[in-house]
């Protein structure tokens, strides 16, 4: 029998109590032995519930105790997470974690203690929920090297943005409706402003690429711009808007940045709707790849945590993880990147195409009829950097979203 402890009881750490008792037998026969959990860590009691006689509010009984061979930690946050992570893995426990935050700040280095310790620290949760994806990185995909990873890796922001797309609403209205059904947070900074989506694909980034992606580092832009305007002149355009988390090699650059992104009919994320999830691949040898499914919520994410746990009874305390080396990878700017953009401005079409094709060069111009006093247009590839400068020529513009270029 593997006797664990769960560091945290809210929404993940009961779903990890669930799956495990709702899948006992089949989980047991996969393992090759049973899962019992024997302590939960939380400030908190829960008089009725089954767990109560397990709760322990002292991490030191649970470090302390030979017995302990995994620890879930599904606390979130940094501290006191990190202090608590270290010390099991240093007392020789194997760590399972959906802690984003965590693991894209102090990955590197929890990996190397796991590795020196002859234990593991695990984190297939940590992004995109139930979809696997840290653990084809680590142990599928290992004949390739990764181009890219481009993810829908937020749920609450592709709700927003799909109920944007299919019912007209604004980001407010489409932002209350998220919050109502429980998927976004009372306080949604982290989701809307790209925060989230940000932290896991710095991880992602660093297990593909093998160096630390600090997520400092990557440029970072939310949702909260978007207006139902915008989504008009996408769907006119039989596109799509997304929140794109995404690093690619290009050349000897690797550029990673989060915002939001026209996509079209061609590309595999447009579909993804909802809460879902998904996350595309292009490999040197396998090409594409994409990995999709349920990216939060209770039960998904506590699946990833078990799954976790059942791997690190099956491996018998070997290392099974790929660490990335402590070193930072030099993310290039972004502004040396190219795309096309679609652009929106204030005025009429014939009045104003000259001006914005001698700033601009040759645009692909689109005209709503019930949007008066304004028109759109798509630019040709440019980068960034020029992109600015044209606009700085131009004048205000009321909104500019990048395109997807495959
Ligand atoms: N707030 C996150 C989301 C939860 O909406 O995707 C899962 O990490």
Redesign the pocket.
């Known amino acids: 029998m593997i006797q664990i402890a769960v560091l945290g009881y809210g929404t993940v750490g009961s779903g990890v109590v669930e799956v495990l008792n709702t899948n006992k037998d089949t989980i047991a026969k996969k393992a090759g032995e049973e899962i019992q959990v024997k302590y939960v860590l939380d400030l908190r009691d829960f008089p009725g519930d089954p767990i109560q006689e397990k709760v322990v509010h002292d991490f030191e009984i649970i470090v302390n105790d030979p017995t302990i061979r995994v620890v879930a930690e599904v606390m979130g946050g940094v501290e006191p997470a990190y202090t608590f992570t270290k010390r099991a893995l240093l007392a020789g426990k194997s760590v399972c974690t959906s802690n984003?935050e965590l693991v894209a700040r102090h990955g590197a280095e929890l990996l190397k203690i796991a590795k020196e310790n002859h234990v593991n620290y695990l984190f297939e949760a940590s992004c995109g929920?139930g979809i696997p994806i840290i653990r084809p990185l680590n142990s599928s995909l290992t004949g390739d090297q990764i181009d890219e990873i481009t993810g829908i890796?937020?749920?609450?922001?592709n709700y927003i943005l799909t109920k944007m797309i299919q019912e007209g609403s604004e980001f407010d209205e489409a932002l209350k409706e998220a919050q109502e059904k429980g998927?976004a947070?009372r306080n949604p900074e982290?989701?809307v402003e790209g925060h989230?989506a940000c932290r896991k694909i710095a991880i992602l980034s660093s297990l593909a690429f093998g160096k630390q992606v600090n997520f400092e580092d990557v440029y970072t832009e939310g949702i909260t711009k978007i207006s139902a305007s915008d989504i008009k002149y996408a769907k006119a355009m039989d596109d799509s808007i997304k929140l794109l988390a995404s690093s690619k090699r290009v050349g000897d650059d690797v550029y990673a940045m989060v915002s939001p992104v026209l996509v079209g009919k061609e590309d595999p994320l447009f579909s993804v709707n909802g809460v879902f999830?998904a996350i595309f691949v292009h490999g040197n040898m396998l090409g594409d790849a994409m990995f999709y499914g349920s990216?939060?919520g209770k039960l998904p994410?506590a699946s990833a945590v078990v799954g976790d746990i059942v791997d690190e009874a099956k491996s018998g305390s070997r290392n099974v993880m790929a660490s990335w080396s402590e070193e930072k990878l030099d993310l290039s700017d972004i502004k040396t990147s190219r795309k096309k953009f679609f652009v929106r401005v204030y005025g009429e079409l014939e009045k104003e195409l000259e001006k914005i094709e001698a700033i601009f060069g040759p645009v692909e111009p689109i005209v709503l009829e019930e949007l008066a006093g304004e028109f759109g247009f798509v630019t040709e590839e440019m980068t960034e950097a020029e992109f600015e400068e044209k606009e700085r020529k131009y004048g205000t513009l009321i909104s500019r979203i990048r395109i997807r270029n495959l």
């Not at 890796?153 to 922001?157: A, C, S």
């Open positions: 984003k929920g890796l937020n749920g609450t922001t998927y947070e982290a989701d989230d999830n990216g939060a994410t």
